[in-house]
Structure formats: C-alpha cells, structure tokens
C-alpha cells in the first residue's frame, strides 16, 4: 500500500481573542491572514496553515512531560545558527515573549517564544534534510 500520511496540513491553537491574537501573528511573526470571523483566524505561514480557535480562558497548546515541564506542541525550523540569532534578535526587538538562545546536547540551537495567550513554541536552527532537499535547491 503507498497510501500514507504526506504531511501536516493544519495545525489548531486556542487564543482568547482572535482578532487580537490574528493581528498578532500577522504583525509579529509576518503570518498572512486568509480568513477570519468571530470564532477562528486562518493563517498562512511555516509552510502550513494555522486555525487561532476561540478558547475559553486559561487553555493554551503547552503540555506538561511526565517530569511536571512545560513543553510546546510546535517546533519552528530555520536555516542555520546565524538566522536562528537573528530571528532571535528580531523577536526580541518586536518584544516578543522569548527565552535564550540553548543548547540542548543534541545539534543545532534552539530557543522557545510565546503568543499572546502563553502558547509556547520553539525554534531550531537545524532543517530537516527532506525540507533541504525538496524545497531549498
């Protein structure tokens, strides 16, 4: 059978305002709004698109691991340890909620930001060798 899963199309994140919060993602993080009403935002961005669903409050995409830590659902990939620092600086002039820049004992850095509902997600400065390969020749 050759049928499989190709790729994630959609990923879903609960924020308590959506205008706001689609505002946000535009303007901070260069997203492109496609739609948006009431109750959701659609964004383009990552190579993927992005529902922002209104949540209640207090509901966010973060997960405790088995030690009582705080993990994020998304890891973003970038080209390298040099746009890694920029994107870095670049958050952190756009005061974005971010942490430092680590090495987590495997390759490449990372470091993890926040939208404005404490969603959290993470960075990587290493590409996946299939997303090289296919889409940077």
């Known amino acids: 059978m050759n049928d499989k899963l190709l ?3 959609t990923t879903y994140i609960p924020v308590t305002n959506v205008e706001l919060s689609s505002e946000w993602y535009v303007n901070k993080l260069g997203a492109e709004l496609s739609y948006k009403d009431e109750d959701k935002a659609i964004l383009n961005f990552a190579n993927q698109s992005i529902f ?3 949540s209640n409050e207090n509901q966010s995409s973060n997960f405790y691991d088995i030690n009582g830590v705080e993990r994020f659902s998304l890891t973003f990939e970038v080209n390298g340890l040099s746009a890694l620092k920029a994107i870095h600086k670049d958050f952190t002039e756009k005061e ?3 942490g430092e ?13 926040y939208d404005l509902d ?4 993470d960075v990587w400065s ?3 060798p299939t997303f090289k390969e296919k889409y940077l020749k």
């Open 7 to 9: 790729r994630v199309g």
């Open 52 to 54: 922002l669903v209104k």
């Open 96 to 98: 974005i909620r971010v």
């Open 101 to 113: 820049i680590e090495n987590r004992g495997h390759s490449g850095r990372n470091f993890v930001f």
């Open 118 to 121: 404490s969603n959290k997600f």
């Open 126 to 128: 290493e590409l996946s």
